[in-house]
């Protein structure tokens, strides 16, 4: 997909601060530490339009972005390793809950993983939850570049094995450094975007 402008739309905890729904919109979630915010500036073609950082669980709110104003982005804060308060974290679950149940744009939740560790528990659970909101879940195995090729086929066929994946079709094999997968996930996510006539 070719990236004619994208923009910085607001951020937000609670539905009143939801920007109005008049695009599609994709959410992008995963734990921590998985390489979202690079996948994200990979995937909009913008180096600091998200920002990186080395503190896992930086991004604490819903951020959303407009991307050649026919679709939203919503980048979810992360779960899993932060080092945050347990009630920190209870707030970040019912604000992603409420906003997966509630919010009539989403079409679809990027999950994504980090290839060398694989789908978790959180990550399953997440699957689940977008399959009963009746949101299309679209898998990401990130960081594909830390792996040489064998080894990277062995955990392809090893995860693929837990979880009754098929390594081709089910998940998105992703690389922030190189752009690997970066045009096969943006023709999952066209895909799901309605037909405008003319």
Same mark, same amino acid.
């Given at each position: 997909m070719k990236i004619r402008s994208t923009a910085f739309i607001k951020s937000g905890t609670r539905a009143e601060h939801?920007?109005?729904?008049?695009?599609?919109?994709?959410a992008f979630a995963g734990r921590s530490n998985?390489?979202?915010?690079?996948?994200?500036?990979? @995937?909009?073609n913008?180096?600091? &339009? *998200?920002k990186v950082s080395g503190t896992p669980g930086r991004t604490q709110l819903l951020n959303w972005f407009n991307v050649n104003d026919e679709l939203v982005v919503c980048d979810l804060p992360g779960y899993g390793f932060a080092k945050v308060p347990n009630s920190v974290r209870g707030n970040w679950g019912r604000m992603i809950g409420?906003?997966?149940?509630?919010r009539e744009a989403l079409l679809a939740l990027v999950i994504i993983v980090d290839v060398r560790r694989g789908f978790q528990d959180?990550?399953?659970?997440?699957?689940?939850?977008?399959?009963? @909101?009746?949101l299309q879940p679209i &898998? *990401?195995?990130?960081?594909?570049?830390?792996l040489k090729r064998n080894a990277l086929m062995n955990q392809q066929a090893k995860i693929s094995k837990k979880h009754g994946f098929d390594t081709k079709?089910?998940?998105i094999w992703f690389s922030a450094s190189s752009g690997a997968g970066r045009e096969q996930l943006w023709r999952r996510i066209r895909g799901l975007l309605p037909v405008v006539d003319g």
């Open positions: 939801y920007p109005p729904p008049e695009l599609p919109e994709i998985v390489g979202k915010s690079s996948l994200l500036n990979c @995937l909009l913008r180096r600091n &339009l *998200v409420e906003y997966l149940r509630d959180d990550d399953l659970s997440l699957i689940d939850t977008a399959r009963e @909101l009746q &898998l *990401v195995a990130t960081k594909c570049d830390k079709r089910d998940v």
